[in-house]
C-alpha cells in the first residue's frame, strides 16, 4: 500500500525512551493531553511538548487519551506500541464529531487511501476546512446534535477487521466494515455493511444521511 492521498504536517519531540508525533491538523483542543500530564504538555511553551519529563509509560498511556490521533509516539527503548483495539467505534460526541477508534482507513470513492490511523475524529458539522478531519468549527457555527441513535441493537462481536470510511465529494461518509456505534447518552449498536452518516450537518434523521446535502448544494 503506498502513502495515504493527504499529506499531513507532523512534528516530532524525542526523549530517552520515545518519540512524540504531533499532527497539527487534527488537534481540536480537546486537552486530554494537558489534564493527562500537564508537565509533559504545555501549550503555551515553545517547543510545547517535554517527553523528558515523565517516564516513557506515562507520556504514552496519555497519549492514548487523545480522540482525534493528533498525538501519537513511537517507543524507542523496546516498550510496548500503542495497541489497535479489537474492535472498531464511532463515538457520536453531542454537538461535535464522531470519534473513531480502531483500524481505519478513509478512502476516496475510487478505493485509494487518503488517511488511515487508530484514532481520528471526522466532521459532521459540514463546516470544517479539513474534510473530513474535524477542525473544531462545530462550537464556532453552534452545530446542535445530540447524537442519539434513531433505533438500538445488541453489538455483535467482529474483532479486527478494517473499518472503511468512504469519502464522498459533494456526500455523506459511507462506512464499510464492522463498527460499533456508541450514541451521544452511551448507547451502543454495531452497524455491519454499509451505512451513510451526515457530514453537511442538514440531515433532519442524525447521525444519518437523508440526503439533504444535495439540497443545500454541500461540498466535501
Not at 42 to 47: A, H, K, L, T, V
Not at 49 to 56: I, S, T
Not at 147 to 171: F, H, I
Not at 184 to 203: K, L
Request: proline share 10%; hydrophobic share 35%; charged share 20%.
Amino acid at each position: 500500500m503506498g502513502e495515504p492521498l493527504i499529506a499531513e504536517k507532523v512534528h516530532e519531540f524525542s526523549a530517552p525512551g520515545i518519540t512524540v508525533q504531533f499532527r497539527p491538523g487534527r488537534c481540536i483542543h480537546s486537552a486530554e493531553c494537558v489534564r493527562g500530564l500537564p508537565v509533559v504538555f504545555q501549550p503555551g511553551d515553545r517547543p510545547w511538548v517535554h517527553p523528558d519529563r515523565a517516564p516513557a509509560d506515562a507520556v504514552a498511556q496519555v497519549i492514548h487519551r487523545c480522540p482525534t490521533g493528533a498525538l501519537t509516539y513511537e517507543r524507542t527503548d523496546g516498550g510496548t506500541a500503542e495497541p489497535i483495539p479489537a474492535r472498531n467505534t464511532a463515538v457520536l460526541a453531542p454537538d461535535g464529531p464522531i470519534y473513531l477508534r480502531g483500524r481505519i482507513q478513509v478512502v476516496t470513492m475510487g478505493g485509494d487511501v487518503a488517511l488511515e490511523g487508530n484514532r481520528m475524529a471526522l466532521c459532521r458539522c459540514g463546516a470544517s476546512r479539513r474534510k473530513p478531519l474535524c477542525d473544531g468549527s462545530h462550537r464556532k457555527v453552534g452545530f446542535r446534535d445530540p447524537g442519539e441513535l434513531p433505533y438500538v441493537e445488541t453489538p455483535v462481536a467482529e474483532a479486527g477487521q478494517v473499518l472503511q470510511v468512504v469519502m464522498s465529494p459533494r456526500g455523506p461518509l459511507m462506512f464499510r466494515g464492522p463498527v460499533t456505534v456508541v450514541s451521544g447518552s452511551g448507547v451502543a449498536r454495531t452497524e455491519g455493511g454499509s451505512r451513510a452518516f451526515c457530514r453537511c450537518g442538514g440531515s433532519s434523521n442524525k447521525p444519518y444521511c437523508d440526503g439533504t446535502h444535495g439540497r443545500i448544494g454541500f461540498t466535501g
